[in-house]
């Protein structure tokens, strides 16, 4: 096979699977039925993925590759905006992004995706967490008594997908009896930065 008709194989397996687990969700992500919506005999992806689960990271690359566009487009893309405030943004964006793509969001952090796979996985996300930190860095004030930013950002991270997951089951709503995630997002990023700064704090 030509190398770009190859490459162009790779890519619309991967396409597939990511509008397969937007459609589906991760259940739907069989070899059998990515091969049969990209039109190909169910051993093709053998020839770009020795596995399924190096599929499925391929796929899971996407998102986030996706979220780091959306980051740069919507959080520090606004040099202008004050580093609490993108903070905010950020924190919106990771729990809007985990409420629309709930399959893509579960993929992405499966553990058995993380390991391996020749995808880097881990990798890719050092960037998003390095966002986090600076952030978290420029909007903390200093102090010698603190922990260091990237352990607070990994905190925070902690606790924004923990409200991303217990939000999508339902749990959160049904305890703390609120219909927006919101005040939690702001909890949690008042609990480890520290309240947000007021107007006059900014000047």
Known sequence: MPPDLDRSLRDRLVQVGVDLVARSGTEALSLREIA?????SHGAPRRHFPTHQALLAAIAMEGYRELGRRITERV???????????LVALGRLYLDFARTNTGMFALMFRHDLLRGNGIGLRE???PLFGVLVDLVARARPPAADVAAPAVVAG?????WHGIAQLWQW??????VRIDD???LLRAALAAHVGPAPTPAATH
């Not at 520090?76 to 993108?86: I, N």
């Open 124 to 126: 890719a996300s050092q």
């Open 170 to 175: 339902g749990s959160l709503q049904t305890t």
């Open 76 to 86: 520090t893309g606004d040099g202008s905006a004050e580093p609490y405030a993108q």
């Open 155 to 159: 905190a925070l991270w902690a606790n």
């Open 36 to 40: 049969r919506r990209a039109g190909v």
């Open 181 to 183: 995630v919101e005040p």
